[in-house]
């Protein structure tokens, strides 16, 4: 029996390791993850120049907005991302109000995941999906500004993401010269009822994540609600159960690869320089294989974060508050896919559904 258990563990830690080191085919062009290092990284580099290093980088978060960018044609790919442009300032702004009351950020961040999946789901919005708009709120929920600050803030915002849809609109005119545009797919109607459960559900244990750092006493605790809705993004439990593992390994080794990056960031043009260089990094690598991705999503995280809204921690703890937001989001988007996979439970959200709207 013993021996039955250990050659079970060393297959599933044999198929594990060999996903781990899995690397996808992508039909991804090179510009793309240039054009988005350029969307993210010129803010920086502008705040750097100016001396503006907070404005920077929330110029290059808005800058994010670019991914949202679908392989249409240019008639339907620019609305579309400016819609999603549009979007992240909301969802900005309406962090930033959640300052207004103890724990409003919790029902402000669970119900917009809930209406930005919802959003992306009728559009037809690629990946990332709502994730960016979730970050945007975040930040502005967890960085403690003054009234006067806040606007300001939120203008720089705004110029992020208008550089994100110039720099959206010159791509597109040059890759569709060389690349045919891909037909808009709209959802169909069984597709859309089934979206309003998967937002539902999403929705509410994005909240419970941001509760549950609320309860730990978890301090600017972006990348938990985040991590949360990365694991539950999954297209299947088995998708899911596979980015919560990536996910983790990524975050771990980003961690030691931070502590070799440390020394080389100590001014603003070395942040900035390392913001672009992490971020056509992360574009490139994100669509082969997310625990390679995941190892300089932790460094730019740190980066952004800390230049949002600059603090007192030392790098080392920044690094370990990073991994225990991880680790308690993705843990909590793992019990959550378990939840959104199972049919049953999704039959008794369907009936409430019902109840109130019958079914197409």
Not at 218 to 231: D, N
Not at 246 to 267: D, K, Y
Request: aromatic fraction near 8%; glycine fraction near 8%; charge should be positive.
């Amino acid at each position: 029996m013993r021996r039955a258990y250990r050659q079970l563990l060393w297959e599933f830690v044999r198929k594990e390791s060999a996903a781990l080191l899995t690397i996808q085919r992508s039909d991804r062009p090179w510009q793309l993850p240039l054009a988005a290092a350029v969307a993210s990284g010129v803010p920086v580099l502008m705040g750097a120049y100016l001396g503006l290093t907070s404005a920077g980088a929330l110029g290059a978060v808005a800058g994010l907005s670019f991914l949202y960018l679908p392989a249409t044609g240019l008639y339907h790919g620019i609305p579309v991302i400016m819609a999603c442009a549009f979007g992240m300032v909301s969802s900005y702004a309406l962090g930033l109000a959640s300052q207004v009351a103890p724990g409003m950020a919790i029902l402000l961040v669970a119900c917009l995941a809930a209406a930005a999946l919802l959003f992306c789901k009728t559009q037809a919005v690629i990946p990332p999906g709502p994730i960016f708009m979730v970050m945007a709120a975040c930040i502005g929920a967890f960085s403690p500004v003054d009234a006067a600050s806040a606007m300001q803030n939120l203008g720089y915002f705004v110029l992020g993401c208008v550089w994100a849809c110039a720099v959206a609109v010159a791509y597109s005119i040059y890759i569709l010269r060389h690349r045919a545009p891909v037909p808009p797919n709209p959802p169909s109607r069984h597709e859309l009822y089934t979206a309003i459960v998967d937002s539902i559900m999403i929705g509410g244990f994005v909240g419970v994540s941001l509760g549950v750092a609320a309860m730990l006493g978890l301090e600017k605790a972006y990348w938990v609600p985040i991590s949360c809705l990365a694991v539950m993004q999954g297209v299947t439990l088995r998708a899911s159960w596979s980015r919560h593992v990536h996910r983790i390994v990524g975050t771990v080794i980003g961690m030691g690869f931070t502590g070799l990056l440390a020394p080389l960031l100590s001014n603003d043009w070395g942040v900035a320089i390392a913001v672009t260089l992490l971020t056509f990094l992360i574009e490139t690598a994100v669509v082969r294989n997310y625990a390679f991705a995941a190892i300089f999503i932790t460094p730019l995280t740190i980066l952004l974060a800390e230049s949002v809204a600059p603090g007192a921690a030392s790098t080392a703890l920044l690094m370990q508050t990073r991994l225990l937001d991880t680790v308690i989001g993705s843990l909590i988007g793992l019990l959550g896919a378990v939840c959104l996979h199972n049919p049953d439970v999704r039959r008794s959200i369907e009936r409430v559904l019902a109840a109130i709207r019958p079914a197409p």
